[in-house]
């Protein structure tokens, strides 16, 4: 039963969208709307089934409620997937029917870039929908977010860094990236310059060959990169690298990285703390996206007050870091804490104004 999965958590809503004629299948989920419009991004994912997909999707828009929270964004979360191989089966159709999907919702969620989907597919979207964000044009565009999520993780690996290996600088620290899409090419370019030491794996051989030729970068396997020895393992694929069988195996002291659902389930974060890990958490350190496409949809783009929000992550992540020290607990722990407490104080004021 749906309302009775772990990951179903409340959702305030959850919409199935199917369109036989351009073969869309796709499911939106919308976890709160307390703090605005639920805003989080459309992934393309081959998914194995459609348990995986709806697991998926319940995990990701939990994950944007408190990553908008956290950011301080006037949005609430939501996430869609559509069920597919971006390689090969997108389309205009398929696009368009989607965002007839997210127009039949009226404004409850609003879609933006996500694994797999590209500003050019938003803009597709955008034929059918006016609830989509990450424009390529058009008044306060804000483009693709990826370069300012890899900001944001840059920022945040240094804080991380800082904390726990006591070192300002990049140079020498040996970085591990997994997944080398729109986030991990982005963040690669910022720690080559900074002089770290980059191991790198993609299941696309292109892409690990671009990062060799272009920053000297070792290449492992895709399934070993989380294996790696190095001090800072930064996840850019997909969620729930850190679980049973993977942490173990993580010689890395620092795991702080773009991708979203890293921890496999909520009581990894006790392990990771208590294996000595210091773990940024994901919905935090990943957060210059949205903040940018925030800007969008309140009407208020200015690229530099967009870049001195995402500079506040390593700030949130450094309190973060000093209350788990402070309290012995999981940094994951202390993060949906305050994400939590952000909410339910908006539910209260809510309440009160309505009275
Ligand atoms: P992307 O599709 O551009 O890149 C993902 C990359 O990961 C691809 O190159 C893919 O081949 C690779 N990959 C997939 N499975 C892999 C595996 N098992 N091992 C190694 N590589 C693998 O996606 P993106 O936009 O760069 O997003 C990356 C992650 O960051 C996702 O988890 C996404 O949800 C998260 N994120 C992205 C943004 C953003 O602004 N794009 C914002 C917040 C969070």
Not at 119 to 134: C, F, L, Q
Not at 291 to 313: F, G, H, K, M, P
């Given at each position: ?16 969208g ?43 828009s ?36 989607f ?47 990826s ?82 020895d ?25 795991v ?7 921890l ?38 200015d ?52 009275a």
């Amino acid at each position: 039963m749906l309302f009775d999965l772990p990951d179903f958590d409340n959702h305030e809503l959850v919409l199935f969208g199917r369109d036989a004629a351009s073969g869309l299948s796709a499911i939106i989920a919308v976890h709160s709307t307390a703090l605005g419009a639920a805003c989080g991004g459309c992934r393309m994912w081959p998914y194995a089934n459609d348990a995986e997909a709806l697991t998926d999707v319940l995990r990701l828009s939990r994950g944007m409620s408190y990553k908008n929270a956290m950011a301080g964004l006037p949005l609430g979360g939501g996430k869609s997937v559509i069920i597919g191989d971006s390689r090969k089966d997108k389309s205009d159709a398929l696009f368009h029917a989607f965002g007839r999907v997210i127009e039949s919702l009226g404004g409850r969620y609003i879609a933006a870039e996500d694994v797999g989907i590209s500003v050019a597919d938003v803009m597709t979207m955008g034929k059918t929908t006016r609830h989509v964000a990450g424009l390529a044009n058009g008044h306060a565009a804000s483009g693709d977010p990826s370069p300012f999520t890899a900001y944001g993780v840059y920022l945040g690996i240094k804080a991380a860094v800082q904390h726990k290996l006591g070192t300002d600088s990049l140079k020498g620290v040996r970085i591990a990236v997994q997944g080398l899409g729109n986030v991990g090419s982005n963040l690669l370019r910022r720690l080559a310059d900074d002089g770290a030491v980059l191991t790198v794996a993609d299941i696309h051989a292109d892409a690990v060959q671009r990062a060799v030729d272009q920053y000297g970068a070792t290449a492992v396997a895709a399934d070993r990169i989380h294996a790696a020895d190095v001090d800072v393992y930064t996840p850019c694929a997909l969620g729930a690298v850190l679980n049973n069988v993977s942490l173990p195996e993580v010689k890395a002291k620092i795991v702080a990285g773009g991708a979203n659902n890293q921890l496999a389930t909520a009581s990894i974060g006790e392990d990771v703390r208590a294996a000595g890990i210091l773990y940024a958490p994901d919905y935090v350190i990943n957060g210059g996206g949205i903040i940018n496409v925030s800007a969008e949809i309140t009407n208020t783009y200015d690229r530099d007050s967009v870049l001195r929000q995402v500079e506040r992550i390593p700030v949130t992540l450094a309190e973060i870091f000093r209350r788990a020290d402070r309290e012995a607990r999981p940094t994951s722990e202390i993060a949906d804490q305050m994400a939590r407490e952000i909410l339910s104080a908006a539910k209260t004021e809510a309440k009160v104004a309505a009275a």
